[in-house]
């Protein structure tokens, strides 16, 4: 199974421990030439589907990303690397050098920064509940389960909104602190880094807790008991015992909430007021008053490189797993 | 197995604080959508105004019209060409491009959104400005296409639990293959299908970011249609529409859990 689709399956089939593989017998060997055949046959609506309208316009995007923009948007038809350089240097309109340009630069650093904390602050809050999910008795687990799965599978939109229902200068946050009288203004949250980092955390939760609630449930209880019957303490158990033990479903589970992070797009622009920006509304800035298609289609190919090198790493630790267990 | 083994401190307190930190948010929002008062900032005790208001702005009802039109249309098409994939890379000997059809298949889970929102964004200008065609095809296309992961997953799921000897007992009985395939596959796996297609009309129900971007003037889904109003002021209209959409998805959530639900 690969590896990011793991999550929406642990959702979907949270119990699937194993599958029974069915052997195959001697007549299917003599069938396989016209299994393979009719693998592909059956494939194929649903692989010219997607390369139609997920994976061909990718590679169209890239030579966009090496073209001229239009003056009203859109690109002319002329080569270009500026779009490339344009990601981090400007140019300098009178001596023709490359300066690098903060702005671009600050809102790379606080998209990684801020993904980086999201996925840091869900890993530390979703492990317990992971945890607790995992040894709760087995028919109250389908429904703590349940309750994670709801809020995954809500809207982005509606839960961005319930939370800066939470944050607003009148919500109940500010509210609350004023009741207790921890302070006599409204203070500013919203439209701040920390309103984006709470919100990222608040919708990315449940990617990092169901991988997590899936390498947890598989994991073997009898381990701690050999554990604390050597005197091991709770810390020692956790850190040299549960952490290397479920650290597959760590690294699952820290991958699914960072690329969606680094790509948000709703929740900063809701959260941080289209002032706080992330690479994803920058690129969208990009095919809206920017009138910068090229750059728009590097940034995206950028964000895209990124990611895929994550999930490599990610294929590359899970096989290595699989071949040593 | 002795509970205080699995016991860690502060966990159940960390979880508790989780699960309600997950739920308060969505509660409050719920609760003030049922707010009869004219401003969000105050309460004036509960009414219904808000849903009724909503249901009769013509843009919202149209909204919901072409949201549940769309996620009807890409269910069917991107369940039908997963399940037919699914058919075809379970059950058989591994064989060679195998991984690439997963790859393919699992694409647009792995792909940030607004990347594919991008890339769909240069390739279908291209036909909107030569063709002149700017209808519901290219969302029907860019749905259908991201949602056959979560209408295959569930499928395959299916089918690498289902017993083979059913289909050789059937074909022992010369049943042809479309017979076998009619009357014994297609009916075992139809929990699967139907889970999936679920998934998909879920995933296609809640897309904003492609379809922002794919979409031509005048084809706001709800989704689209509460960013759009979000960017000038958070309303109770477009609270109480968040509810209905939550509704909404709870329910298909429940019917697909009893579809997947093993029977023990």
């Not at chain 1, 709760?136 to 800066?164: M, Y």
């Not at chain 1, 947890?216 to 040299?240: K, W």
Request: glycine share 8%.
């Amino acid at each position: 199974m690969s590896g990011p689709a793991s999550g929406k399956t642990a959702s979907s089939k949270p119990a699937s421990g194993n599958q029974t593989s069915t052997g195959a017998s001697a007549a299917e060997q003599a069938l396989v030439k016209a299994s393979v055949r009719s693998g592909w046959l059956l494939s194929t609506p649903a692989l010219v589907l997607l390369a139609l309208a997920a994976v061909g316009p990718l590679l169209i995007m890239l030579v966009y990303s090496f073209l001229t923009p239009g003056e009203y948007g859109n690109v002319e038809w002329g080569f270009s690397t500026d779009a490339w350089t344009g990601i981090l240097f400007t140019r300098d309109v009178f001596d023709d050098t490359l300066r690098l340009e903060d702005a671009h630069l600050s809102i790379l650093w606080r998209s990684v920064k801020l993904s980086l904390m999201t996925t840091a602050f869900t890993f530390a809050v979703g492990f317990p509940t992971a945890w607790f999910i995992a040894t709760r008795p087995q028919r109250q687990r389908g429904l703590w389960l349940f309750l994670i799965t709801i809020p995954f599978w809500t809207n982005l939109l509606i839960r961005t909104l319930a939370i800066n229902e939470i944050l607003r200068t009148e919500g109940l946050l500010n509210n609350i602190l004023i009741g207790l009288g921890l302070i006599t203004e409204p203070i500013q949250i919203i439209y701040t880094d920390t309103a984006v980092f709470i919100g990222m955390t608040y919708v990315y939760l449940p990617l990092m807790v169901l991988p997590l609630f899936a390498a947890i449930d598989r994991f073997d209880m009898r381990l701690l008991e050999a554990g604390y019957d050597l005197y091991a303490t709770r810390l020692q158990v956790l850190r040299r015992i549960i952490l290397p033990v479920v650290k597959p479903g760590i690294i699952a589970g820290s991958i699914l909430v960072f690329v969606p992070a680094l790509g948000a797009y709703v929740t900063p622009r809701i959260l941080g007021g289209g002032k706080q920006m992330m690479i994803g509304n920058f690129i969208e800035l990009q095919f809206g008053q920017g009138r910068n298609w090229p750059l728009g289609a590097s940034l995206s190919v950028t964000l895209l490189v990124i990611v895929t090198a994550a999930l490599l790493v990610y294929v590359r630790f899970a096989n290595r797993e699989v071949t040593r267990g | 197995m002795a509970k205080d083994v699995t016991h860690l401190p502060g966990f159940t307190t960390i979880s508790m604080t989780v699960f309600a930190a997950l739920y308060l948010p969505i509660v409050i929002l719920v609760v003030y959508s049922f707010n009869s008062g004219e401003d969000l900032a105050h309460w004036e005790g509960i009414g219904l105004q808000w849903f009724t208001k909503a249901w009769a702005n013509d843009q919202v009802k149209d909204a919901t019209i072409r949201s549940l039109w769309l996620a009807a249309v890409a269910a069917v098409i991107s369940t039908a060409v997963a399940t037919m994939a699914a058919l075809g890379t379970t059950r058989r000997g591994r064989f060679k491009g195998q991984t690439f059809i997963y790859v393919m298949i699992n694409q647009p889970l792995m792909v940030p959104e607004i990347v594919t929102a991008v890339a769909l964004l240069i390739f279908f200008a291209w036909f909107k400005v030569n063709l002149g065609y700017q209808g519901m095809g290219y969302l029907v296309l860019a749905h259908s296409a991201f949602c056959i992961p979560f209408a295959y997953l569930p499928i395959r799921a299916r089918l690498e639990s289902m017993d083979l000897t059913l289909e050789t007992a059937a074909a022992d009985l010369y049943a042809t293959p479309w017979a076998t395939f009619r009357r014994v596959t297609l009916p075992l796996l139809l929990p699967g299908i139907l889970a999936g297609m679920m998934l998909a009309f879920v995933t296609s129900l809640d897309d904003v970011v492609i379809t922002v971007f794919v979409k031509s003037a005048g084809q706001d889904t709800l989704p689209t249609y509460m960013l759009g109003q979000i960017r000038r002021q958070v309303s109770t209209e477009v609270y109480a529409i968040s509810t209905m959409l939550l509704g909404l998805t709870v329910v298909l959530l429940v019917v697909f859990m009893a579809l997947t639900r093993k029977k023990d």
